[in-house]
């Protein structure tokens, strides 16, 4: 575990800012950073089953030690968990747990169990707290970060949620380790896609230190800062996605037509590599439409 301290991107939205951090170790510090900034709440820990299996012992100590209560609430790993069904499984968890306005919900996965999270924790008492552990790289570099919630539909991808944003992000770069390396390749799309959208210069040094952020020294936690910064000030910006942060939808157009076709198998294709191949589309498409 790293005793350095993390670095620390802020989220300017007014008296809602709040604060990535972003290192390693700081699952083991996770209640004492929820504990200091929210004092004397409960929490329902969302998660899927293989993050559970391989984290949650570890996070549970951290949240007992800093004084906070947990009821654990277990969802399947997949695309297929954002649906109507487990969104009622979450809701009705919290519930059971006795949790008020003012507990909070920690969503503590991927992108999937942070979107489901934090759309329950957005209408749930008509809105709760939730903070964001995420635990895949597409995750720490992209959806936990901005408030965007929600679940799918049969008509399509993202379709039913609510802007929430959360009240803390932790993003611990060790946790990474675990991932499959096929998770770890999709959420580089991710970065990769900040570079494409306006840092060529960010682009460039991944090209660079591609090697170094796979292999998990401290060119990771700084390209996932760097990553965290962007959508940082783009959210400051257009929070509610009415103009310039819909460029963060880059490759997800097409991205999210594949993941349709494919009726969210990730067996087949999981979000990040439909966003990789959707960026290349958009390119081409651009390119014979002289827009690019």
């Known amino acids: 575990m790293s005793i350095e301290a993390p670095v620390v991107v802020e989220v300017g939205l007014g008296d809602r800012t709040y604060d990535i951090l ?16 929210l004092p004397g ?6 998660t899927d089953a293989n993050v559970a299996a391989a984290h949650l012992a570890a996070l549970q100590a951290s949240l007992e030690t800093g004084g906070i209560q947990t009821a654990v609430i277990t969802l399947p790993p997949g695309e297929k968990t954002k649906s109507f069904a487990h969104l009622e499984e979450v809701v009705d968890g919290v519930l059971a747990a006795k949790l008020e306005r003012g507990d909070i ?17 957005g209408i749930v008492r008509r809105g709760m707290s939730f903070v964001q552990i ?12 901005g408030g965007k919630t929600g679940i799918n539909s049969p008509r399509g991808k993202n379709l ?15 946790v990474l380790d675990t991932l499959p390396i096929r998770e770890f390749r999709a959420g580089y799309a991710e970065l990769a896609k900040y570079g494409l ?17 796979f292999a998990g020294g401290p060119e990771r936690a700084q390209a996932i800062a760097e990553a965290c910064r962007a959508k940082a000030e783009m959210v400051a910006r257009d929070e509610f996605e009415t103009g310039d942060r819909a460029l963060l939808n880059l490759g997800h157009t097409f991205g999210h037509a594949l993941e349709a076709a494919t009726q969210y198998d990730g ?6 590599e439909g966003v ?17």
């Not at 039913?160 to 060790?174: C, S």
């Not at 067996?267 to 990040?272: D, K, Y």
């Open 276 to 292: 990789a191949i959707g960026m290349a589309l958009a390119y081409r498409f651009s390119s014979r439409l002289n827009l690019a």
């Open 105 to 121: 919900v920690i969503a503590f996965g991927g992108g999937v169990i942070g979107d489901l999270a934090g759309f329950a924790a």
């Open 22 to 37: 972003i290192g390693s170790g700081l699952l083991a510090r996770a209640g004492a950073e929820i504990s200091g900034r």
């Open 160 to 174: 039913v949620g609510v802007f929430h944003q959360p009240k803390l992000v932790l993003a611990d770069t060790g």
């Open 197 to 213: 959208i306006d840092r060529p210069e960010f682009f460039a040094w991944l090209e660079k230190n591609w090697v170094q952020v």
């Open 134 to 145: 995420p635990t895949s790289l597409l995750a720490q570099v992209d959806s936990s970060v």
């Open 267 to 272: 067996a087949r294709l999981v979000h990040g």
């Open 41 to 46: 709440t409960r929490a329902a820990v969302v």
